[in-house]
């Protein structure tokens, strides 16, 4: 045990190592502006402080800018809808809260309104790259959009070379946005209590190995769902630590991290519905029981049948173990194409992980999971004894608030300030969906739990606890009936 914490020590001694040689600048790139598309949407950054926003531009070719009116601008987030509604580069200037010109060398100017339109009506040339630095206030904006943009292009045909863009936001003294306040140290109090939660969770499963033999499956879902868990904030704290000390992070930790959380979702959705359906409560074969046989033989999910000679596929398994089935394997492909297609950072209109059309459909199939999550409990709870089912009570309460809390805390942000909304919905449903999880591996892995009295975990002699030639069996009811 002292070695699993040592090798934790030494894992995010080295992620948050990345800070001290990650690049100190928060957005880079190249850019091309065309007449086609002459604006270029960089970022968005929060600030609740007055703050700096500072870098440079320059020609990838080395040769001189030739324009009318390049120009970074500023938007606040809550123009941006009619920013995205105009349709002319100038249209949407006006909007900006902020326009700083390019000028020769270092400096730059502060344009009004009027001098960006006549720019945009003759040309000049600039040196090849241009320094700037300018303070930014919440007067501004708590959000901000950064966009660089020559609207000249749609005046006057040249041709303006590739754009390499250095920016680095600061938000008072910090790298860190407004939004991600107060999360470092939600992260760091929840990498101490999942660290305290697993050395517990530890030896509670090398007891129940011992005195076993093996582990049943719930156990060991459980116990890689939890290290998932931590494994992710893990990653996450380490990710915030390299922003906070560089102003950026590597995007594949985060990217990592939402995978590993996805599918620690994924596998306790699962164990509950299975739960849910008598799985280790009855040995009923419209349950769980059958549920968990198909599991073990894939095969017993169809049977094949000749019709005029043609064999053709019959559905055999219960319609409840399809369609949980069908429901895991949409969760996982939806948070899979949500992490690899968008993220805050680069997603205009995303202000926490799941505002996005994929994230919507995720809130959605999560919600279903609860219906069919309860509808399982009443259905199972005619088949067990009473004991039993006071048992999935508790369950179907506990249940029912974990899938519920990610799509709750969403419809809650949608009334709240955008800077807020991913504090509450990330960090609200980090802190309680571990804290829900340490309190399940509390109940279904240690020996002295009610749920191990009345389940046949302790017949955990195959892999998914079903004796090969029956169904699970269920413990004598004549010892724990009232």
């Known amino acids: 045990m002292n070695i699993s914490i040592r090798r934790l020590a030494v894992l995010v001694g080295l992620l948050v190592g990345l800070a001290d040689v990650a690049d100190g600048k928060v957005l880079r790139g190249v850019i091309k502006l065309s007449g086609e ?105 708590e959000v901000l959009y950064i966009v660089i943009a020559d609207c000249s292009l749609e005046q006057i045909y040249h041709d303006l070379p590739e754009i390499q863009y250095e920016v680095t936001l600061l938000n008072g003294e910090s790298h860190i946005p407004a939004e991600e306040y107060g999360m470092l140290t939600v992260h760091t109090i929840l990498l101490v209590f999942l660290a305290g939660g697993g050395v517990f969770g530890s030896m509670q499963l090398r007891e ?37 000390g560089a102003g950026e992070g590597p995007e594949i930790v985060d990217a990592v991290a939402e995978l590993l959380q996805a599918t620690f979702t994924t596998i306790v959705n699962f164990v509950l519905l299975a739960l849910a359906c008598g799985w280790t409560l009855t040995e009923s074969s419209t349950g769980a029981a059958g549920f968990m046989v198909a599991l073990r033989d894939p095969g017993s999910l169809i049977s094949w049948v000749e019709v005029g000679g043609v064999p053709l596929p ?68 005619p088949l067990v004894n009473p004991r039993q089912r006071d048992f999935l009570v508790t369950l179907g309460v506990t249940g029912a608030l974990w899938f519920m809390v990610t799509p709750t805390l969403v419809v809650v942000s949608v009334v709240m300030p955008k800077v807020l909304r991913h504090r509450l919905v990330t960090g609200g449903a980090m802190a309680l969906q571990s804290t829900a999880l340490c309190l399940m591996c509390r109940l279904f892995l240690t020996r002295s739990s009610d749920y191990y009295k009345i389940s046949s975990i302790a017949n955990a002699g195959t892999l998914v606890g079903i004796n090969m030639n029956s169904p699970t069996k269920a413990p004598e009811k004549s010892k724990y009936t009232d």
Not at 349 to 362: C, I, M, N, Q
């Open 314 to 381: 019959v559905v055999t398994a219960a319609p409840s173990a399809l369609l949980v089935l069908f429901l895991t394997s949409l969760f996982v492909v939806l948070e899979v194409f949500d992490v690899a297609t968008s993220s805050r950072e680069h997603s205009s209109g995303k202000f926490h992980d799941h505002e996005s059309t994929a994230g919507t459909v995720l809130m959605i199939v999560q919600v279903l999971f609860c219906a069919l999550f309860l509808y399982s409990v009443t259905s199972t709870m």
């Open 37 to 141: 598309l002459p604006e270029a949407y960089i970022s968005k950054f929060s600030i609740n402080e007055e703050g700096y926003i500072e870098g440079a531009l320059k020609t990838v070719n080395g040769h001189p800018f030739n324009t009318g009116s390049i120009a970074l601008f500023l938007y606040d987030a809550d123009d941006w809808s009619e920013y995205l509604a105009k349709s002319t580069c100038m249209e949407r200037a006006t909007l900006a809260k902020s326009r700083f010109a390019i000028g020769d060398g270092e400096g730059g100017h502060e344009a009004t309104t009027d001098e960006q339109l006549k720019a945009t009506y003759q040309l000049r040339q600039f040196r090849e790259s241009f320094n700037f630095k300018r303070k930014i206030t919440p007067e501004t904006g």
């Open 208 to 244: 129940q190995q011992n005195a076993l033999g093996s582990l049943h499956l719930v156990s060991k879902l459980l116990a890689g769902a939890y290290a998932m868990n931590l494994l992710a904030t893990v990653l996450q704290t380490a990710y915030l630590y390299a922003y906070l």
